[in-house]
């Protein structure tokens, strides 16, 4: 069992930087990949972010690279996500989850948090 507490989402201008954590329970949290997702009002959720659960190993969606920086701290089972350059189309509520196997799919992705607002002003 992991359970999973977003914080750090906010109002931000333009140009702005976030930085979302993700915090989890359980003793086993270095063996789960920890992704990102996002839902904007109206559409689907899409896959952000993944990290592998040594941190080896990550993936981005292809909007974010160069502006979004995935990262963990098993020590204290905390998961980033820095968030720079943010655009209004970054606008979303933003969900960690967590994962035994490396995925883009968010139907793989057992565990949820509860998500936390971001919302970019132009």
């Known amino acids: 069992q992991v359970q999973l507490v977003e914080s750090g989402g906010g109002l931000v201008q333009a140009g702005g930087s976030l930085r979302l954590s993700c915090a989890a329970s359980?003793?086993?949290?270095?063996?789960?990949?920890i992704g990102w997702f996002r839902q904007a009002p109206g559409k689907e959720r899409e896959f952000v972010a993944y990290i592998s659960g040594s941190g080896s190993s990550t993936r981005y969606l292809d909007s974010v690279k160069g502006r979004f920086t995935i990262s963990r701290d098993n020590g204290k089972n905390t998961v980033y996500l820095q968030m720079n350059e943010l655009k209004p189309e970054d606008t979303a509520v933003y969900y960690c989850?967590?994962?035994?196997?490396?995925?883009?799919?968010?139907?793989?992705?057992?565990?949820w948090g509860q998500g936390t607002q971001v919302t970019v002003s132009s």
């Open positions: 359980g003793r086993t949290f270095s063996s789960y990949t």
């Open positions: 989850a967590a994962c035994q196997k490396l995925s883009v799919v968010a139907g793989f992705y057992g565990y």
